[in-house]
């Protein structure tokens, strides 16, 4: 089997992937920070600072003008990509704490983008249940609890559109995925997994950036 890992990401080869991406503007960077500081314990949650412009780059590839979040947490990844919409593009935002999108909410306003999302309190999976039944999504990102994330998959795949794109984070879980008999998240995480790649609908590839992306489109 060939080794395609060979190239160990240092701090230092990290700095470098960053100062070739499209940087972070003042909105971006100070929600990050703004993120680390009032949830210290909670931070890592937020998706990695090259996920921002990657999933832009997405939104603009895709030419999606109706996105979905599942766990928008402080509400990083949602302003990436509400910037990469058009103006009448629409991004529902799903999740179950005030605390946290309450700080997303401040940098959605202050990047201009407020109008382009609508912030959804409640479980993600009523949320998606009481969307029209038909394909009308164009790209879904999922970031949220991963004991619920074939369950997402079931709802969202039906309704995403041919050629639509779901985006799922964390799908290495720290490496859990190998262990013999892994903790309940990344046992379930290594279930969906499976369940996406024996999924005959759609096509996906899991690439190894920053804790596991999964790229799934929809045949």
């Given at each position: ?18 100062a ?6 003042a ?12 949830f ?99 790209l ?46 990344g ?23 920053s ?9």
């Amino acid at each position: 089997m060939t080794k395609g890992n060979s190239t160990k990401i240092t701090d230092e080869l990290y700095a470098y992937v960053l100062a070739h991406n499209p940087p972070l503007d003042a909105v971006q960077r100070g929600l990050v920070a703004t993120t680390w500081e009032k949830f210290p314990d909670a931070a890592g949650m937020q998706s990695a600072e090259e996920q921002g412009p990657l999933l832009a780059f997405l939104v603009r590839l895709t030419g999606a003008r109706h996105v979905v979040e599942i766990g928008t947490f402080t509400g990083f990844s949602a302003l990436s990509m509400a910037q990469a919409l058009p103006a009448d593009g629409r991004l529902i935002a799903c999740d179950v704490s005030q605390e946290w999108t309450r700080y997303g909410r401040e940098a959605w306003e202050a990047a201009g983008v407020a109008d382009r999302i609508d912030l959804r309190i409640a479980p993600a999976l009523d949320t998606l249940r009481a969307m029209p039944a038909e394909p009308h999504i164009d790209l879904a990102y999922v970031d949220a609890d991963k004991g619920s994330q074939i369950l997402y998959w079931e709802e969202l795949v039906p309704r995403l559109r041919p050629g639509g794109l779901i985006v799922t984070d964390n799908t290495l879980y720290h490496g859990t995925v190998l262990d013999e008999s892994p903790e309940s998240r990344g046992a379930a995480v290594r279930a969906f997994n499976d369940h996406v790649a024996a999924d005959p609908r759609t096509e996906s590839v899991l690439l190894a950036i920053s804790d596991g992306i999964t790229l799934s489109r929809k045949r």
